[in-house]
Every structure is written in structure tokens, then in C-alpha cells.
């Protein structure tokens, strides 16, 4: 997979994907991003990416020109499946998204900003638009981080126990499970017998019932219209 994100502030993008398994699925050759500086695609002397907004009002518009050069650039390349732009007023992501983009082979990310872009170029090239919640950012890179750090771990072979993705809050609908680890006592706190027990099955239901309680008492919209 090879993920291309557009911003202007280039800077805020080079952190997440140089440590732990961001960057090891760069090194195994799994994922590639790679982040752009849209001002290397501006034409005179200052470089300019953004704009008043024609019919006036408070803020900054990002211009087509610079977008239009570097995605045409890109796609020059490489073939897209898909063009995603940041915006609070996008499609919610959730897991299932997640899931859906982990199957695609490369797709570029625009990092809204200002006011956001000029609305040719949602209608021209941008094929997904994506929200991370109901908040705005001052800027679409830390969501583009968001999204592409919950994609790129479940590409195969990312994580070293895979079915370690499989076992994710979100992946079958419930939030997972609580986990222990040792010592088996902290100061008079136990962890449940049954996880010590060995016996598998016994476990693995104990995990399920503790999951349905969990999603039951914290996210109950998530078991609507479910059985369990
Ligand atoms: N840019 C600003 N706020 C955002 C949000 N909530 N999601 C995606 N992009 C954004």
C-alpha cells in the first residue's frame, strides 16, 4: 500500500510515521506514505496556496492551482483508487472504514485547512471525504494521521500476531475485553481465575461476556439491532 497526503504544514506529518509499527510496516515493505508539501507546488515568489474567498467573509480559501499540480502529479505515477480529503464535514470514519481502506492498493490524503478548499476541487478529484469526529482540527494532518495509522495496522503482516487486529475493540462490533498481565496480585487485587486456568474455551467465553457487558454499559447504540 502507498499512502500520499498533501499538506501544508508538512512538519505535523513527520512524527507518526517514523516509530513502532507505523514504521515497521514501512521497513517490511507493507506501507509506504509519503507527504507532500503543497507549497512546492505554488507558483511565484511566496508560494502562495491560499486566497480570499470570493463573496468575502472571515478566512482563507485553499486554491485549486497548487492541488490540481501536485495530484495530477501523483497520479502521473502511480494509479489511485482513491482521493480522500480531510474535513470536518466528511463521512464519520469508524473500524468498518478502516477495514474497507486496509483492502486498497494507494490513495492520496489532502489535508484541509483555513476554510478549506475550493469547492472544484471536491468536485473534480476528491472521491471520499472523511471526518474523525465531531470537532474541527485547526488542520486535516493529525486526522490523516489518525486514519492512516488505523489503516495500515491491519494491513497482514503488520502486526506480528495478527489475530491480534482481529481481537481490536470495534473488529466484531464489541468493545474488547478487559487484559491483565502479571503479578497475578497487586496488593490484594486479583486478576479473575478463570484467565490463569488454561482451559481455552472457558476463557474465550469469559472474554465474549465480558466484551457483551463492557459494549452493554459504555456503547450500548453499538448493540442495536443485534442479537447476542
Ligand atoms: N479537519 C479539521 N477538523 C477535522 C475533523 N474533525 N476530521 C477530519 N478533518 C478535519
Known sequence: MRIDIISVVPGLLEGPFSHSILKRAEEKGLATVRVHNLRDYAGGKQ?????????????????IEPIAKCIEALKSEREYDEVIYMTPDGKKFDQQMANELSLKENFIILCGHYKGVDERVRLKWITKEISIGDYVLSGGELAAAVVTDAIIRLIPGVLNDESSALTDSFQDGLLAPPVYTRPADYVGMKVPEILMSGHQAKIDTWRFEASVRRTKERRPDLLEGKEI
Request: charged share 20%; net charge negative.
Open 47 to 63: 508560494k502562495q496556496v491560499d486566497d480570499y474567498a470570493f463573496g468575502g467573509g472571515a478566512g482563507m480559501v485553499m486554491m
